[in-house]
Protein backbone atom coordinates (compact mmCIF):
# COMPACT_ATOMS: atom_id res chain seq x y z
CA UNK A 1 0.00 0.00 0.00
CA UNK A 2 2.94 2.57 0.91
CA UNK A 3 4.41 1.80 -2.44
CA UNK A 4 0.86 2.70 -4.23
CA UNK A 5 0.69 5.82 -1.71
CA UNK A 6 4.05 6.57 -3.00
CA UNK A 7 3.16 6.50 -7.05
CA UNK A 8 -0.04 8.57 -6.40
CA UNK A 9 1.14 11.16 -4.47
CA UNK A 10 3.96 11.66 -6.66
CA UNK A 11 2.27 11.49 -9.85
CA UNK A 12 0.05 14.24 -8.63
CA UNK A 13 2.88 16.41 -7.96
CA UNK A 14 4.57 15.75 -11.64
CA UNK A 15 1.46 16.35 -12.81
CA UNK A 16 0.45 19.75 -11.07
CA UNK A 17 4.15 21.09 -11.97
CA UNK A 18 3.21 19.94 -15.86
CA UNK A 19 0.05 22.05 -15.42
CA UNK A 20 1.83 25.15 -14.71
CA UNK A 21 4.52 24.67 -17.19
CA UNK A 22 1.60 23.96 -20.42
CA UNK A 23 0.01 21.07 -21.85
CA UNK A 24 3.45 20.11 -23.94
CA UNK A 25 5.05 19.92 -19.98
CA UNK A 26 2.29 17.98 -18.64
CA UNK A 27 3.10 15.06 -21.43
CA UNK A 28 6.59 15.19 -21.05
CA UNK A 29 6.46 15.41 -17.53
CA UNK A 30 4.13 12.87 -17.17
CA UNK A 31 6.10 10.58 -19.60
CA UNK A 32 9.23 11.27 -17.62
CA UNK A 33 7.69 9.78 -14.54
CA UNK A 34 6.05 6.79 -16.16
CA UNK A 35 9.17 5.56 -17.88
CA UNK A 36 12.05 7.21 -15.28
CA UNK A 37 10.80 7.93 -11.54
CA UNK A 38 8.62 4.70 -10.80
CA UNK A 39 11.16 2.67 -11.46
CA UNK A 40 14.19 4.98 -9.69
CA UNK A 41 13.52 5.72 -6.38
CA UNK A 42 16.33 7.83 -5.43
CA UNK A 43 14.62 10.65 -7.91
CA UNK A 44 12.20 10.81 -5.43
CA UNK A 45 14.24 11.77 -2.40
CA UNK A 46 13.04 15.44 -2.29
CA UNK A 47 9.40 14.48 -2.16
CA UNK A 48 9.66 12.07 0.22
CA UNK A 49 8.26 14.10 3.31
CA UNK A 50 5.13 14.56 1.16
CA UNK A 51 3.77 11.25 0.54
CA UNK A 52 5.69 10.15 4.18
CA UNK A 53 2.86 12.32 5.72
CA UNK A 54 0.22 10.69 3.59
CA UNK A 55 0.98 7.98 4.27
CA UNK A 56 0.92 8.53 8.15
CA UNK A 57 -2.35 10.49 7.53
CA UNK A 58 -3.92 7.81 6.01
CA UNK A 59 -3.14 5.21 8.34
CA UNK A 60 -3.32 6.85 11.77
CA UNK A 61 -5.59 9.94 11.90
CA UNK A 62 -8.62 8.99 14.26
CA UNK A 63 -11.35 9.69 11.60
CA UNK A 64 -11.67 8.35 7.77
CA UNK A 65 -10.36 10.57 5.69
CA UNK A 66 -10.38 10.22 1.24
CA UNK A 67 -7.89 10.57 -0.74
CA UNK A 68 -9.59 13.48 -2.92
CA UNK A 69 -9.43 15.42 0.24
CA UNK A 70 -5.97 15.32 0.96
CA UNK A 71 -5.26 15.82 -2.34
CA UNK A 72 -6.79 18.71 -2.86
CA UNK A 73 -5.63 19.72 0.47
CA UNK A 74 -2.13 19.48 -0.65
CA UNK A 75 -2.83 21.31 -4.36
CA UNK A 76 -3.92 23.98 -2.09
CA UNK A 77 -0.94 24.02 0.08
CA UNK A 78 1.54 24.80 -2.70
CA UNK A 79 -0.76 27.32 -4.03
CA UNK A 80 -0.95 29.21 -0.50
CA UNK A 81 2.66 28.73 -0.10
CA UNK A 82 3.01 31.21 -2.79
CA UNK A 83 1.93 33.98 -0.46
CA UNK A 84 -0.39 35.61 -3.76
CA UNK A 85 -3.57 36.17 -3.03
CA UNK A 86 -4.81 35.65 -6.74
CA UNK A 87 -3.41 32.07 -7.00
CA UNK A 88 -5.98 29.68 -5.94
CA UNK A 89 -7.36 26.83 -6.21
CA UNK A 90 -11.03 25.71 -6.72
CA UNK A 91 -12.85 22.62 -5.64
CA UNK A 92 -14.85 21.03 -8.28
CA UNK A 93 -18.24 23.28 -6.87
CA UNK A 94 -16.49 26.60 -6.55
CA UNK A 95 -14.35 25.92 -10.08
CA UNK A 96 -18.12 25.32 -11.67
CA UNK A 97 -19.32 28.47 -10.32
CA UNK A 98 -15.95 30.66 -11.31
CA UNK A 99 -16.47 29.60 -14.77
CA UNK A 100 -20.47 30.29 -15.04
CA UNK A 101 -19.72 33.88 -13.79
CA UNK A 102 -17.24 34.26 -16.86
CA UNK A 103 -19.17 32.02 -19.72
CA UNK A 104 -22.02 34.18 -19.39
CA UNK A 105 -24.71 30.77 -19.38
CA UNK A 106 -25.53 28.19 -17.49
CA UNK A 107 -28.24 25.58 -17.15
CA UNK A 108 -31.18 26.30 -14.52
CA UNK A 109 -34.02 28.80 -13.33
CA UNK A 110 -31.59 32.22 -13.88
CA UNK A 111 -31.98 33.59 -10.05
CA UNK A 112 -28.85 34.66 -8.09
CA UNK A 113 -29.09 33.58 -4.23
CA UNK A 114 -27.63 34.83 -1.03
CA UNK A 115 -27.68 33.32 2.65
CA UNK A 116 -29.27 35.55 4.55
CA UNK A 117 -29.14 33.05 7.83
CA UNK A 118 -27.81 29.94 9.01
CA UNK A 119 -31.09 28.58 7.36
CA UNK A 120 -32.17 30.27 5.28
CA UNK A 121 -31.15 31.17 1.45
CA UNK A 122 -33.31 34.43 -0.64
CA UNK A 123 -33.32 35.30 -4.29
CA UNK A 124 -31.38 38.52 -4.60
CA UNK A 125 -31.88 38.69 -8.57
CA UNK A 126 -34.11 37.21 -11.14
CA UNK A 127 -32.08 37.43 -14.45
CA UNK A 128 -34.35 39.06 -17.98
CA UNK A 129 -35.59 36.47 -20.01
CA UNK A 130 -35.03 33.03 -17.40
CA UNK A 131 -37.32 30.92 -16.18
CA UNK A 132 -37.17 32.77 -12.76
CA UNK A 133 -38.59 35.28 -14.60
CA UNK A 134 -41.46 33.78 -16.86
CA UNK A 135 -42.56 31.77 -14.26
CA UNK A 136 -43.35 34.09 -11.23
CA UNK A 137 -40.27 34.10 -8.88
CA UNK A 138 -39.45 37.09 -7.22
CA UNK A 139 -36.29 39.48 -5.66
CA UNK A 140 -36.43 38.89 -2.03
CA UNK A 141 -38.73 35.54 -2.21
CA UNK A 142 -37.09 32.73 0.66
CA UNK A 143 -36.71 29.56 -0.52
CA UNK A 144 -38.78 27.00 1.74
CA UNK A 145 -38.45 23.65 -0.58
CA UNK A 146 -37.87 22.23 -3.59
CA UNK A 147 -39.33 19.00 -4.66
CA UNK A 148 -40.84 18.37 -1.44
CA UNK A 149 -37.85 18.73 0.46
CA UNK A 150 -36.92 21.54 3.24
CA UNK A 151 -34.76 24.05 1.98
CA UNK A 152 -34.07 24.96 5.94
CA UNK A 153 -30.05 24.97 6.86
CA UNK A 154 -28.90 24.28 3.06
CA UNK A 155 -26.20 26.77 1.97
CA UNK A 156 -26.27 28.49 -1.56
CA UNK A 157 -24.08 25.56 -2.70
CA UNK A 158 -26.45 23.13 -2.05
CA UNK A 159 -29.33 24.49 -2.99
CA UNK A 160 -27.10 26.04 -6.74
CA UNK A 161 -26.25 22.73 -7.07
CA UNK A 162 -30.07 21.05 -6.83
CA UNK A 163 -31.42 24.11 -9.31
CA UNK A 164 -28.79 23.29 -11.90
CA UNK A 165 -28.71 20.07 -11.59
CA UNK A 166 -29.91 17.80 -15.37
CA UNK A 167 -31.13 15.07 -13.66
CA UNK A 168 -34.69 16.93 -13.82
CA UNK A 169 -35.48 19.24 -15.89
CA UNK A 170 -38.45 20.54 -13.86
CA UNK A 171 -38.41 21.84 -9.89
CA UNK A 172 -40.75 22.61 -7.54
CA UNK A 173 -40.27 24.88 -5.95
CA UNK A 174 -42.22 26.78 -2.71
CA UNK A 175 -41.13 30.12 -1.67
CA UNK A 176 -41.96 32.71 1.77
CA UNK A 177 -42.84 36.32 0.16
CA UNK A 178 -44.71 38.56 2.27
CA UNK A 179 -45.16 36.23 4.96
CA UNK A 180 -46.99 33.32 2.69
CA UNK A 181 -45.75 30.54 1.30
CA UNK A 182 -45.99 30.65 -2.68
CA UNK A 183 -45.62 27.12 -4.91
CA UNK A 184 -43.99 27.47 -8.39
CA UNK A 185 -43.35 24.84 -11.00
CA UNK A 186 -40.89 25.82 -13.77
CA UNK A 187 -39.03 24.16 -16.47
CA UNK A 188 -35.72 24.82 -16.65
CA UNK A 189 -33.42 25.97 -19.20
CA UNK A 190 -30.37 27.77 -20.42
CA UNK A 191 -29.54 31.04 -19.40
CA UNK A 192 -27.67 33.83 -20.44
CA UNK A 193 -26.47 36.12 -18.23
CA UNK A 194 -25.99 39.45 -19.20
CA UNK A 195 -22.77 41.47 -17.66
CA UNK A 196 -24.06 44.62 -19.80
CA UNK A 197 -26.61 47.05 -19.01
CA UNK A 198 -27.78 50.00 -20.65
CA UNK A 199 -30.11 52.97 -21.04
CA UNK A 200 -30.35 56.59 -22.10
CA UNK A 201 -30.38 59.19 -19.54
CA UNK A 202 -31.67 62.71 -19.76
CA UNK A 203 -29.32 65.30 -22.08
CA UNK A 204 -28.40 62.35 -24.21
CA UNK A 205 -26.24 61.05 -21.92
CA UNK A 206 -25.57 57.12 -22.49
CA UNK A 207 -25.19 54.70 -19.75
CA UNK A 208 -23.65 51.42 -19.53
CA UNK A 209 -22.70 49.34 -16.99
CA UNK A 210 -20.58 46.21 -16.86
CA UNK A 211 -20.56 43.90 -14.11
CA UNK A 212 -17.71 41.62 -15.01
CA UNK A 213 -15.20 40.96 -18.39
CA UNK A 214 -16.60 37.77 -19.14
CA UNK A 215 -16.91 35.51 -22.16
CA UNK A 216 -19.62 37.80 -24.15
CA UNK A 217 -19.28 40.57 -22.40
CA UNK A 218 -17.16 42.36 -25.28
CA UNK A 219 -19.57 41.35 -27.85
CA UNK A 220 -23.19 42.74 -25.69
CA UNK A 221 -20.75 46.08 -24.79
CA UNK A 222 -20.48 46.89 -28.29
CA UNK A 223 -24.15 46.16 -29.21
CA UNK A 224 -25.41 48.50 -26.12
CA UNK A 225 -22.77 51.09 -27.44
CA UNK A 226 -24.05 51.12 -31.04
CA UNK A 227 -27.56 50.83 -29.98
CA UNK A 228 -26.74 54.20 -27.62
CA UNK A 229 -25.35 56.15 -30.79
CA UNK A 230 -28.05 55.00 -32.99
CA UNK A 231 -30.27 56.85 -30.76
CA UNK A 232 -28.22 60.28 -30.81
CA UNK A 233 -26.24 59.34 -27.88
CA UNK A 234 -23.45 62.94 -27.39
CA UNK A 235 -21.68 61.50 -24.29
CA UNK A 236 -21.26 58.12 -22.23
CA UNK A 237 -20.74 56.99 -18.38
CA UNK A 238 -19.44 53.55 -18.23
CA UNK A 239 -20.08 52.03 -14.64
CA UNK A 240 -17.32 49.88 -13.76
CA UNK A 241 -17.81 50.01 -9.82
CA UNK A 242 -18.04 46.75 -8.37
CA UNK A 243 -16.51 45.03 -11.08
CA UNK A 244 -13.69 42.39 -10.33
CA UNK A 245 -12.10 41.74 -13.62
CA UNK A 246 -11.98 38.75 -16.20
CA UNK A 247 -10.69 37.49 -19.25
CA UNK A 248 -7.57 39.78 -20.51
CA UNK A 249 -8.84 39.27 -24.17
CA UNK A 250 -12.35 40.92 -23.01
CA UNK A 251 -10.98 44.22 -21.99
CA UNK A 252 -8.98 44.20 -25.36
CA UNK A 253 -11.96 43.79 -27.54
CA UNK A 254 -13.95 46.31 -25.79
CA UNK A 255 -11.05 49.03 -25.60
CA UNK A 256 -10.48 48.23 -30.08
CA UNK A 257 -14.31 50.33 -29.63
CA UNK A 258 -12.56 53.21 -28.68
CA UNK A 259 -8.68 52.95 -29.58
CA UNK A 260 -7.04 52.83 -32.97
CA UNK A 261 -3.56 50.65 -33.19
CA UNK A 262 -1.59 53.31 -32.83
CA UNK A 263 -2.20 53.31 -28.84
CA UNK A 264 -0.65 51.25 -26.27
CA UNK A 265 -3.47 49.63 -24.19
CA UNK A 266 -1.57 47.96 -21.67
CA UNK A 267 1.84 46.37 -21.36
CA UNK A 268 2.86 43.29 -19.76
CA UNK A 269 6.28 42.77 -17.92
CA UNK A 270 7.94 39.38 -17.57
CA UNK A 271 11.19 37.87 -16.12
CA UNK A 272 12.09 38.28 -19.96
CA UNK A 273 10.94 42.33 -20.39
CA UNK A 274 8.47 44.08 -20.53
CA UNK A 275 6.31 44.26 -23.81
CA UNK A 276 3.76 47.35 -24.97
CA UNK A 277 0.37 45.57 -26.19
CA UNK A 278 -1.61 47.91 -29.11
CA UNK A 279 -5.16 48.00 -30.05
CA UNK A 280 -5.87 45.82 -33.19
CA UNK A 281 -8.60 48.38 -34.97
CA UNK A 282 -8.79 51.62 -36.98
CA UNK A 283 -12.08 52.56 -35.10
CA UNK A 284 -11.79 56.08 -33.33
CA UNK A 285 -14.68 57.84 -31.24
CA UNK A 286 -14.31 61.42 -30.51
CA UNK A 287 -17.42 61.77 -27.99
CA UNK A 288 -16.61 62.39 -24.35
CA UNK A 289 -16.30 59.25 -22.04
CA UNK A 290 -16.97 59.22 -18.00
CA UNK A 291 -15.76 56.49 -16.15
CA UNK A 292 -17.25 55.34 -12.42
CA UNK A 293 -14.95 53.31 -10.96
CA UNK A 294 -14.81 52.25 -6.54
CA UNK A 295 -12.58 50.28 -4.41
CA UNK A 296 -13.71 46.78 -6.43
CA UNK A 297 -13.14 47.94 -9.47
CA UNK A 298 -10.03 45.45 -10.12
CA UNK A 299 -7.86 43.92 -12.83
CA UNK A 300 -9.59 43.94 -16.40
CA UNK A 301 -11.61 47.08 -14.82
CA UNK A 302 -8.25 48.62 -14.01
CA UNK A 303 -6.91 48.03 -17.25
CA UNK A 304 -9.62 49.53 -19.04
CA UNK A 305 -10.31 52.96 -16.93
CA UNK A 306 -6.68 53.25 -17.19
CA UNK A 307 -6.26 52.92 -20.66
CA UNK A 308 -9.66 54.97 -21.58
CA UNK A 309 -7.76 57.56 -19.17
CA UNK A 310 -4.10 57.59 -20.70
CA UNK A 311 -5.12 56.97 -23.92
CA UNK A 312 -8.59 58.12 -25.00
CA UNK A 313 -8.85 61.29 -22.35
CA UNK A 314 -11.80 59.31 -20.11
CA UNK A 315 -12.42 61.25 -16.67
CA UNK A 316 -13.01 58.99 -13.94
CA UNK A 317 -15.14 59.70 -11.14
CA UNK A 318 -15.28 57.63 -7.67
CA UNK A 319 -12.82 56.48 -5.03
CA UNK A 320 -9.11 54.71 -5.78
CA UNK A 321 -9.27 51.01 -7.39
CA UNK A 322 -8.66 47.90 -5.84
CA UNK A 323 -5.21 47.65 -7.28
CA UNK A 324 -4.55 44.39 -9.19
CA UNK A 325 -1.78 44.39 -11.53
CA UNK A 326 -1.32 40.98 -11.93
CA UNK A 327 -3.02 38.75 -14.59
CA UNK A 328 -3.76 35.27 -13.91
CA UNK A 329 -3.87 31.86 -16.42
CA UNK A 330 -5.57 28.90 -15.20
CA UNK A 331 -5.58 25.02 -15.53
CA UNK A 332 -8.09 21.89 -15.29
CA UNK A 333 -6.82 19.49 -13.22
CA UNK A 334 -7.43 15.51 -13.87
CA UNK A 335 -9.74 15.46 -10.77
CA UNK A 336 -12.11 18.32 -12.18
CA UNK A 337 -10.69 20.84 -10.65
CA UNK A 338 -9.01 24.05 -11.43
CA UNK A 339 -5.79 26.02 -10.05
CA UNK A 340 -5.41 29.92 -11.12
CA UNK A 341 -2.00 31.41 -10.71
CA UNK A 342 -0.01 34.71 -11.45
CA UNK A 343 2.11 34.42 -14.50
CA UNK A 344 2.83 38.17 -15.33
CA UNK A 345 2.41 41.80 -14.16
CA UNK A 346 0.37 43.68 -16.20
CA UNK A 347 1.52 48.00 -16.28
CA UNK A 348 -0.79 50.72 -17.90
CA UNK A 349 -0.04 51.86 -20.90
CA UNK A 350 2.26 54.56 -20.27
CA UNK A 351 3.95 51.85 -18.01
CA UNK A 352 3.13 52.66 -14.74
CA UNK A 353 2.62 50.10 -11.86
CA UNK A 354 -1.02 50.02 -10.41
CA UNK A 355 -0.33 46.63 -8.22
CA UNK A 356 -1.54 47.40 -4.99
CA UNK A 357 -1.88 50.85 -5.68
CA UNK A 358 -4.94 51.41 -7.55
CA UNK A 359 -5.91 54.01 -10.11
CA UNK A 360 -6.83 57.35 -8.86
CA UNK A 361 -9.96 58.99 -10.56
CA UNK A 362 -9.79 62.38 -11.60
CA UNK A 363 -12.83 63.37 -9.12
CA UNK A 364 -12.38 61.38 -6.23
CA UNK A 365 -16.32 61.38 -4.80
CA UNK A 366 -17.22 59.43 -1.87
CA UNK A 367 -20.81 57.60 -1.74
CA UNK A 368 -22.77 59.31 0.99
CA UNK A 369 -24.54 57.49 3.96
CA UNK A 370 -27.94 58.96 2.32
CA UNK A 371 -26.90 56.60 -0.57
CA UNK A 372 -25.70 53.99 1.67
CA UNK A 373 -28.70 53.79 3.93
CA UNK A 374 -31.00 53.87 1.08
CA UNK A 375 -29.00 52.72 -2.17
CA UNK A 376 -31.53 53.82 -5.12
CA UNK A 377 -30.07 56.20 -8.14
CA UNK A 378 -31.46 59.20 -6.45
CA UNK A 379 -29.29 58.97 -3.99
CA UNK A 380 -26.20 58.31 -5.97
CA UNK A 381 -23.74 60.94 -5.56
CA UNK A 382 -21.06 59.00 -7.55
CA UNK A 383 -23.17 58.90 -10.91
CA UNK A 384 -24.51 62.56 -10.39
CA UNK A 385 -20.78 63.39 -10.36
CA UNK A 386 -21.25 61.81 -13.44
CA UNK A 387 -23.63 63.28 -15.27
CA UNK A 388 -22.56 66.74 -14.63
CA UNK A 389 -19.15 65.86 -16.69
CA UNK A 390 -20.73 64.53 -19.39
CA UNK A 391 -23.01 67.21 -20.21
Given amino acids: MKSNVKRIVLYVLFLLIGL ?51 INGAINGMLESLNDKHSVFF ?38 DSPAKKYGLKEGDIFVSIDGKSTKGLT ?5 TNLKSKKKEKATIVVRRDGKEVEIKLQKDNVNLLSVSSEMLDDN ?29 KSLIIDL ?27 MKTRKGTKKYYALDNTKRDYKVIILVDENSASASEIMCSAMK ?15 GTVQETSDLSNNTLIKYTVQEWLTSKGNSINDVGVTPDYE ?17 QLKQAIELAR
Wanted: hydrophobic fraction near 30%.
Fill in 241 to 267: RGNSGGYLSTVTYMLNDFLDNSKVIYQ
Fill in 156 to 160: VTEIA
Fill in 310 to 324: EQYGATLVGVKTYGK
Fill in 20 to 70: LIGSFGTYFLNSFYVKNVVKDNTDKTMYEPIYEAYGIIKENYYKDIDDETL
Fill in 365 to 381: VTLSDEYNNNPIRENDN
Fill in 91 to 128: DENAKNEFETELSGQYYGIGAQITQISEDEVMISKVFD
Fill in 205 to 233: IGYISVSIFGEKTAEQFKNALEGLESKGM
